[in-house]
């Protein structure tokens, strides 16, 4: 299974425009990661003694997966979401909006 990676934008300095702002905090609010988390597997599939236990086993290895999966994406988009907060550019850019 191949890897696509994404070029993040980069987080900026007190310069930054707004678009370029913007931008960063669009693309890590949407971010879900790619990664397997196989570390997380209750079982090894290699030792079901049947192809129906196999299928089980692999079953629930794949739903502690994904529950790790979310916990790290809502783990990442808390960061964000805390940082952007205590961003002093977005801040300046919500007040003149206003």
């Keep these: 299974m191949g890897t696509t990676h994404y070029d993040a934008p980069?987080?900026?300095?007190?310069?930054?425009?707004?678009?370029?702002?913007?931008?960063?905090y669009r693309f890590w609010e949407t971010f879900a990661t790619m990664k397997q988390f196989t570390f997380v597997d209750l079982y090894d599939p290699r030792d079901a003694p049947n192809r129906r236990i196999k299928r089980?086993?692999?079953?629930?290895?794949?739903?502690?997966?994904?529950?790790?999966?979310?916990?790290?994406?809502?783990?990442?988009?808390?960061?964000?979401?805390?940082?952007?907060?205590?961003?002093?550019?977005?801040?300046?850019?919500m007040w003149e909006e206003q």
Excluded: C, T, W
């Design 10 to 24: 980069e987080f900026g300095d007190e310069d930054s425009n707004r678009d370029q702002v913007y931008n960063f």
């Design 56 to 93: 089980l086993i692999e079953n629930d290895n794949k739903k502690e997966r994904n529950k790790e999966r979310n916990r790290f994406n809502d783990k990442l988009k808390d960061l964000v979401a805390h940082i952007k907060k205590l961003d002093k550019r977005m801040q300046q850019f």
